[in-house]
Each structure stands twice: as structure tokens, then as C-alpha cells.
């Protein structure tokens, strides 16, 4: 042997000792500890035989919650009917001049909003950003993106501050 092998050597009984058992798989034979006539199962019925999916009720004689659900059909079934609103930013309004007015026809002209979107969304202007120019906003606004409005000399309908 060589000196650097003699050097070292193992003593087994300072490792550290594992601390998870790996699980009992039951049903696997009599060896397994959990084996036998009914593996921890119980005696017969379903529950003993195979799983249960999440949706079994019991019977077929009332009818499921599943069937009671509306059918929706067609590609958008699973699609949200909730579009929620549209944000827009005073960064974003930097584009327009000293006194416009800041209406959707206006944001969808200067390809704020796109082009195709419905007019009942609705679209709300945040204060992310700083403004210069004196803008006439008649759309729904935050209380903060209305001082900061105010503030570069702009004005806004008094119903749309949100």
C-alpha cells in the first residue's frame, strides 16, 4: 500500500445517519410489511379496488354538479368574459400637444390604444410619468395622475376622477 492511502481511512461510525425512510409501498406481498389480504385498504367496496376521481358524487340517481354546469361551446369557452380596463400611463400622453383634448379617439389616433379595440372597454389614465404640456382629458382618471394633470396646467371633468 502506498503512504497516502494509510493516510486515510474511514471510520463508518462517524457519518451522518440518514434521516428519511423511504415510503412503504403497500400491496407489494406479505415481504413488504405492508402486504397481505387487504393492504390497509379496508374489506371490499370501491375505495378498496381503485381511486376516485375528484368529481364522484355517489350515484347517478341525483344529478352532478358537473351536468349542472352550463355547456359553454366553440374556441372561447375557457376565455375570460372579464376583459378588465385598459391602463394608460402620462408617460404615454408626452406625444400630444399644449391644450388636446384626451379622448379614446384620440389615444387610438396616436396608437396609444390599438385600433380595433371596442369602446366598451374601459381605459384609465395612471400617473406613472411626468406631463408637460396642459392637456383637456375627458377620460377616467387616477387621483394622482389627476394633480399631476393639474399641475402642468391641464384640466379634467370633475366625474372622471376615480
Request: hydrophobic share 35%; net charge positive; charged share 30%.
Amino acid at each position: 500500500m502506498s503512504r497516502g492511502a494509510e493516510e486515510i481511512k474511514m471510520n463508518l461510525s462517524t457519518l451522518t445517519k440518514l434521516t428519511t425512510k423511504s415510503k412503504k409501498r403497500i400491496g407489494r406481498g406479505y415481504g413488504s410489511g405492508r402486504g397481505g389480504h387487504a393492504s390497509t385498504r379496508g374489506s371490499k367496496g370501491q375505495k378498496a379496488r381503485r381511486s376516485i376521481s375528484l368529481i364522484f358524487e355517489g350515484s347517478k340517481l341525483k344529478k352532478s354538479w358537473v351536468k349542472r354546469l352550463p355547456l359553454l361551446r366553440g374556441k372561447a369557452k375557457f376565455k375570460s368574459h372579464n376583459s378588465g380596463s385598459y391602463l394608460v400611463n402620462l408617460d404615454q400622453l408626452a406625444v400630444f400637444k399644449d391644450k388636446d383634448e384626451i379622448t379614446l379617439a384620440s389615444l387610438k389616433q396616436k396608437s396609444i390604444l390599438p385600433k380595433r379595440l371596442k369602446s366598451n372597454i374601459p381605459v384609465k389614465i395612471l400617473s406613472r410619468g411626468e406631463l408637460k404640456a396642459g392637456l383637456t382629458v375627458l377620460l377616467p382618471c387616477s387621483k394622482a395622475a389627476a394633480e399631476k394633470i393639474k399641475k402642468a396646467g391641464g384640466t379634467i371633468g370633475e366625474e372622471n376622477i376615480k
